[in-house]
């Protein structure tokens, strides 16, 4: 099984919005782990996309994930996200499009909820011939037991399980560079 390829990978974050985040089972641990993904994919310069599940009704991407965004200078022209009506990202024309564009095949997926929009995104991903990561511990629903139904559904259908911390050093793959001493720090 290959390692995450930084100059094949994208981050996609899906659907980390404001009005679901409070009904999420763990999402006081959820926000940082993404935010740890956001920075090990700006550490390495890969590109990082960001969807939204029907934002009139479940309002924009969260404060904390837009302030990291943000913070690692990937707001204005590179960081808008993608509206979508549907629940997996494979079925949204404007997803597929962004990633098509983006020339890369491997996804590494990670947001809420697990049992849903990721699902089916990573699965229809999947179907269109991407490799795609889940970063498991950057995954939830509102109910844990759906978390655990959802990541036995996406390794049936052949998704890769990492972690946070696993994606961001195969990201890097090597110590002594200015970017592995600040994902250290990143991590600790």
């Not at 011939?129 to 950057?138: I, N």
Request: glycine letters at 8%; charged letters at 25%.
């Amino acid at each position: 099984m290959p390692l995450i390829d930084r100059n094949e990978a994208v981050l996609v974050v899906v659907d980390v919005q404001e009005k679901l985040l409070p009904h999420i089972d763990g999402a006081a641990s959820l926000l940082p782990a993404i935010s740890r993904l956001i920075e090990a994919f700006t550490l390495v310069e890969a590109p990082i996309v960001v969807t939204e599940q029907y934002r009139k009704g479940l309002g924009p991407t969260d404060p904390s994930i837009v302030a990291t965004l943000g913070r690692l200078g990937r707001l204005g022209r590179s960081f808008a996200p993608i509206e979508k009506m549907t629940f997996g990202g494979g079925a949204a024309p404007s997803f597929v499009s962004a990633l098509e564009a983006l020339g890369r095949r491997e996804v590494v997926l990670c947001g809420i909820e697990a049992h849903v929009c990721v699902l089916q995104t990573a699965v229809q991903l999947r179907d269109l011939g991407y490799t795609v990561f889940l970063a498991v511990d950057a995954v939830s629903s509102r109910r844990p037991r759906d978390v655990e139904i959802a990541l036995r559904r996406m390794e049936q259908s052949g998704v890769r399980f990492t972690s946070v911390e696993m994606a961001g050093f195969e990201l890097l793959r090597a110590a002594g560079t200015d970017a592995f001493r600040a994902w250290s720090r990143i991590i600790r």
